[in-house]
Structures are given as structure tokens and as C-alpha cells.
């Protein structure tokens, strides 16, 4: 069965750096995602992607955070000056039209 | 802002039981909901969708609707102990292809 994958599974770093995390929606799908889950807290939405721009965002996703599709396959988030509370999990998703989302297996952000 | 609630619990239930998990939302045009199961330290899984008023079976698992009364359930018939997960209650926050909103989810302990 075809699956979102997302790289790395684990990323250290220090406040004020730069990350990518990495991920490659399922093939033929059309509508990408970006959720994150602070420990112990609920899944939050911060962006959707679709046609080949933002077609959502939420109040979380700020100027710190950008979203690219890079070519055909990858939909990378950007956080340009990591915080001490962006430590978290983030979920890439994928879906088609109004199917249910389909979400990969995550990247674990530290941030000391 | 629509809002999905859960009951975070956690619910514990004996193996070969029927786990019973909640779930109420404050949209009453809501058209769809979802069910994941999230086991600590991994991402969602979808377990279940349903659009229609009433009843959805799925093997073990049966998903219930009634828009009325604006809550959306899920049965686990025959719990077993790998059930034991976080269950994961969401809606799209706007209808049709929106981003999902989750509520905190549920967390079922299936005891052998």
C-alpha cells in the first residue's frame, strides 16, 4: 500500500537554526498537509498545500514557517528560526479530493 | 471555530469486551467524521470514516452518527489489548475538502 513518507525521523538542533523536514506525499494524490503534535497535547492543523500553493493556513503557521513542492515529489516545512516550543511532532499528510487524510510516520523536533 | 471533544480518559476495558469512545462536535453542518488510532509515539491511523446518519461496520469496529445530537461514536467489538491506543476523533473544520480538526483524544487501555 502506497504510504506519505517523511524524513528525518529525528531532528536535533538549537534554538534560532534552521530545519527542513521532509516528505514525500502519495503519488497520485493532490492535497498536502502539515500538522503538528506538541507532547501530550492534540494534533494541530498549520498548513494545506494544493495546486502548487498555500490553500490554508493556521494561526500556528507565522512568518517563521514556509512550505515548499519543490519538484513532483517532495512538500518540505521550513522553520526559519526555530523556538524552544516548536519541539514537537510533525505530520506530513496526503489525501485526494475529500478522501480521508493519509499521514506519514513523522519527524520529532528537538529544539535546546 | 469549530471545536471537536472528547472524553481524554483514559478507558479501560477487559479483553473481549465492547470499548465504547465519545466524541461531540459543535459544527452542526459537519458532513463527515473520522476516527484514527494512535499509538504513543507514532502518527494517526485512520480506522474509520462516516458521512451518514447512523451505523458503519467495519469488522470489530462500528462508527455511529447522529447529526441531531451532534456526536459521532466508535465501538470496538472484542477488544483486545494491542486495541490499547489513543483514538483520535476529527472533522474537516470547514466541510468538504478542509483541514481536519481533532479533538484530544481518548485514550482506550484494554487490560487482558
Known amino acids: 500500500e502506497p504510504e506519505v513518507t517523511q524524513t528525518p525521523s529525528h531532528q536535533v538542533t538549537q534554538m534560532g537554526q534552521e530545519v527542513i523536514l521532509r516528505c514525500v506525499p502519495i503519488s497520485n494524490h493532490l492535497y498536502f498537509y502539515w500538522y503538528r503534535q506538541i507532547l501530550g497535547q492534540k494534533v494541530e492543523f498549520l498548513v494545506s498545500f494544493y495546486n502548487n500553493e498555500i490553500s490554508e493556513k493556521s494561526e500556528i503557521f507565522d512568518d517563521q514557517f514556509s512550505v515548499e513542492r519543490p519538484d513532483g515529489s517532495n512538500f518540505t516545512l521550513k522553520i526559519r528560526s526555530t523556538k524552544l516550543e516548536d519541539s514537537a511532532m510533525y505530520f506530513c499528510?496526503?489525501?485526494?479530493?475529500?478522501?480521508?487524510?493519509?499521514f506519514g510516520n513523522g519527524t520529532r523536533l528537538t529544539v535546546t | 471555530q469549530k471545536e471537536v471533544e472528547q472524553n481524554s480518559g483514559p478507558l479501560s476495558v477487559p479483553e473481549g469486551a465492547i470499548a465504547s469512545l465519545n466524541c461531540t462536535y459543535s459544527d452542526r453542518g459537519s458532513q463527515s467524521f473520522f476516527w484514527y488510532r494512535q499509538y504513543s509515539g507514532k502518527s494517526p491511523e485512520l480506522i474509520m470514516f462516516?458521512?451518514?446518519?447512523g451505523d458503519k461496520e467495519d469488522g470489530r469496529f462500528t462508527a455511529q452518527l447522529n447529526k441531531a445530537s451532534q456526536y459521532v461514536s466508535l465501538l470496538i467489538r472484542d477488544s483486545q489489548p494491542s486495541d490499547s491506543a489513543t483514538y483520535l476523533c476529527a472533522a474537516p473544520s470547514q466541510g468538504g475538502n478542509t483541514p481536519l480538526v481533532f479533538g484530544k483524544g481518548t485514550r482506550l487501555s484494554v487490560i487482558a
Open positions: 499528510a496526503s489525501s485526494i479530493n475529500d478522501s480521508p487524510l493519509h
Open positions: 462516516i458521512y451518514s446518519n
